[in-house]
């Protein structure tokens, strides 16, 4: 099991080698279900300090619960509601420092203290959001955000 700070020399490099392990995985194969489902694992090795991984996929205009690892989790939100339905509605990343402050969080893990929620799009069109959750406030930084959304790009083309 691999951590975000032991492959490379820098956390940058580290991401680096994740989204060519996420090529590697998904090369061939076009299920979404079960892309989605080994990019949510991926992740959830790659991270330390996290306690929820996952997708929420477009459905008849909502957010509904896809591949994750970690608790159950709720099934679906609605466009504007959350922090995966403002980052869906707004269709940009959406880092949140310390979740308690975030007006209409959606508590589905009451361990969860910072969460980082990032749109996926094809062709022009939101698909659903990537959702990491944490225990941790302040886990989430920019370089964080830049790679996840890195990390995005790669996987979408295998959807």
Same mark, same amino acid.
């Given at each position: 099991?691999? #951590?975000?700070?032991?492959? +490379? @020399?820098? $956390? ?7 989204? @060519?392990?996420?090529? !590697? ?6 299920? #979404?279900? !079960?892309?989605? /489902?080994?990019a /949510? !694992? ?5 991270? *330390? $300090? ?14 509904v619960?896809?591949?994750? %690892?970690?608790? =159950?989790?709720?099934? $679906?939100?609605?466009? +504007? ?5 403002? /980052?869906?509605k ?20 009451? !361990? /969860? ?5 990032? =749109?996926?799009? @094809? ?11 944490? =225990?941790?406030?302040?886990?989430? *930084?920019?370089?964080d %955000? ?10 979408? @083309?295998?959807?």
């Amino acid at each position: 099991m691999f #951590k975000v700070e032991s492959y +490379g @020399k820098t $956390r940058e490099e580290n991401y680096d080698f994740l989204v @060519k392990q996420l090529n !590697a995985l998904l090369e061939g194969e076009q299920n #979404k279900v !079960a892309n989605l /489902s080994n990019a /949510s !694992a991926l992740l959830n090795q790659f991270f *330390d $300090r996290v306690n929820w991984v996952g997708f929420y996929l477009m459905e008849d205009g909502e957010l509904v619960l896809g591949p994750f %690892q970690g608790l =159950p989790a709720c099934v $679906r939100i609605p466009l +504007g509601k959350g922090v995966c339905g403002t /980052s869906a509605k707004e269709l940009r990343t959406v880092r949140v420092e310390d979740v308690h402050l975030f007006p209409g969080h959606i508590a589905c893990d009451a !361990a /969860s203290q910072s969460e980082i929620v990032v =749109p996926m799009m @094809k062709d022009g069109e939101l698909i659903g959001v990537l959702d990491i959750d944490s =225990p941790e406030k302040n886990r989430f *930084d920019e370089l964080d %955000q830049v790679k996840l959304e890195e990390f995005v790009q790669a996987l979408v @083309k295998f959807l």
